[in-house]
T-cell receptor, first 113, second 113 residues
Framework: EDKVVQSPLSLVVHEGDTVTLNCSYE??????LLWYKQEKKAPTFLFML????IEKKSGRLSSILDKKELSSILNITATQTGDSAIYLC?????????????FGQGTRLTINP | DSGVTQTPKHLITATGQRVTLRCSPR?????VYWYQQSLDQGLQFLIQ???????AKGNILERFSAQQFPDLHSELNLSSLELGDSALYFC????????????FGPGTRLLVL
């Protein structure tokens, strides 16, 4: 069965800390891995990763895909209280010519001042 | 603001009823995706349409149906509603399908009493 597993499920750190969120997947015909941030509303897109070993960076956030290990990490440096959210990992894969998107259960990140 | 619009924002109805949720994708996007997010199930992919045709099906119940119209807006129809259908329903859109990033609308919160 296709699945995406994120860890940890919940993480509480202090402002200024660096965090690493993990996502591992088992799917057929993998195409891409996406990271989203969800606060109290709809998910917002962070990164799309297709190639292994190439880091994508946006400000204090960065992410990298390891296709050999079937996993990805999302790093957040110098965390701020505004980084508190649920971070979702999703994998796009192809089944019978159609795209499917499978989400992980999310990591709830809380940044305390 | 992702550019994806959904109506209504909130919907309260009774068991056994039928409702229609509406989604307008970002300008230029041909693909529309529907998701259900409940507290116990996380984010679940329901169905995808591309340029008016169904492209992929996820965990969509037989009581649910969707369509995409020539102007590319989409409707999700939920019938014979049950208490367990109470959830946040998101629509997302992307330019094409395959490895495209999806942008989420604000969601419709459905409460079945």
């Amino acid at each position: 069965e296709d699945k995406v597993v994120q860890s940890p499920l919940s993480l509480v750190v202090h402002e200024g800390d660096t965090v690493t969120l993990n996502c591992s997947y088992e799917v057929t015909n993998f195409r891409s891995l996406l990271w989203y941030k969800q606060e109290k509303k709809a998910p917002t897109f962070l990164f799309m990763l297709t190639s292994s070993g190439i880091e994508k960076k946006s400000g204090r956030l960065s992410s990298i895909l390891d296709k050999k290990e079937l996993s990805s990490i999302l790093n957040i440096t110098a965390t701020q209280t505004g980084d508190s959210a649920i971070y979702l990992c999703a994998v796009i894969h192809i089944i019978q010519g159609a795209q499917k998107l499978v989400f992980g259960q999310g990591t709830r990140l809380t940044i305390n001042p | 603001d992702s550019g994806v619009t959904q109506t209504p924002k909130h919907l309260i109805t009774a068991t056994g009823q039928r409702v229609t949720l509406r989604c307008s994708p970002r300008s230029g996007d041909l693909s529309v995706y529907w998701y259900q997010q409940s507290l116990d199930q996380g984010l679940q992919f329901l169905i995808q349409y591309y340029n008016g045709e169904e492209r992929a099906k996820g965990n969509i119940l037989e009581r649910f149906s969707a369509q995409q119209f020539p102007d590319l807006h989409s409707e999700l129809n939920l019938s014979s509603l049950e208490l367990g259908d109470s959830a946040l329903y998101f629509c997302a859109s992307s330019q094409r399908w395959g490895q495209e990033t999806q942008y989420f609308g604000p969601g419709t919160r459905l409460l079945v009493l």
